[in-house]
Antibody, heavy 123, light 108 residues
Framework: EVQLVESGGGLVQPGMSLRLSCAAS????????MHWVRQVPGKGLEWVSG????????GYGDSVKGRFSISRDNRKTSLYLQMNSLRPEDTAWYFCAKSGLPYVSGKTWFDIWGQGTLVTVSS | DIQMTQSPSSLSASVGDRVTITCRASQTINKYLNWYQQKPGRAPKLLIYETSSLQSGVPSRFSGSGSETEFTLTISSLQPEDSATYFCQQSYTVPLFTFGPGTKVAIK
């Protein structure tokens, strides 16, 4: 079964850092762009960041640009999100998601999602 | 940046009703509009991609239409399990994606 499993969430103080991981299985990971999407509990979805299949194209949402860094390790079939200078407004569920089309970075959809990992930024 | 809006923000309908949700983009996005369903405590689930293509395994009562800046998601005969929040998403801008604010569908 195609699966994404996030980990690394938790409680962190403002200004601190956290690294999220997403382990992928049962699909050819290095063919697909991957993304992070977050959701404040009870609110809407916000695209955070995406990375192309070969890490050649990377994008960030305006609210995290300069603070968050996305990366991937195709040998380990894993996606990462390094979150620095965390703020209380970064508190959310963080989902990783797989692009629906191989080899493209846009004009696609997210066909597989992980179950999410909760990040809480609070003193 | 492309902004997405949805209407209504919430609705309540009876089992068997036809339900329509509208999504608008602040500029043309061609056909690059996707729809997701999310139930409480669960990850979003892809329903429709590229305006009107039904994702595998999604019931045929779900359909999508539209183009350029205005799109609709239709549930032809609402079922109890369709109680959820529905989000549209534009994928026109590479590599940026934007979601709509969501429409909560409740069963009367």
């Amino acid at each position: 079964e195609v699966q994404l499993v996030e980990s690394g969430g938790g409680l962190v103080q403002p200004g601190m850092s956290l690294r999220l991981s997403c382990a992928a299985s049962e699909f050819t990971f290095d063919d697909y762009a991957m993304h992070w999407v977050r959701q404040v509990p009870g609110k809407g979805l916000e695209w955070v960041s995406g990375v192309s299949w070969n890490s050649g194209i990377i994008g960030y949402g305006d609210s995290v640009k300069g603070r968050f860094s996305i990366s991937r390790d195709n040998r380990k079939t894993s996606l990462y999100l390094q979150m620095n200078s965390l703020r209380p407004e970064d508190t959310a569920w963080y989902f990783c998601a797989k692009s629906g089309l191989p080899y493209v970075s846009g004009k696609t959809w997210f066909d597989i999602w992980g179950q999410g990992t909760l990040v809480t930024v609070s003193s | 940046d492309i902004q997405m809006t949805q209407s209504p923000s919430s609705l309540s309908a009876s089992v068997g009703d036809r339900v329509t949700i509208t999504c608008r983009a602040s500029q043309t996005i061609n056909k690059y509009l996707n729809w997701y369903q999310q139930k409480p405590g669960r990850a979003p689930k892809l329903l429709i991609y590229e305006t009107s293509s039904l994702q595998s395994g999604v019931p045929s009562r779900f359909s999508g239409s539209g183009s350029e800046t205005e799109f609709t998601l239709t549930i032809s005969s609402l079922q109890p399990e369709d109680s959820a929040t529905y989000f549209c998403q534009q994928s026109y801008t590479v590599p940026l994606f934007t979601f709509g604010p969501g429409t909560k569908v409740a069963i009367k």
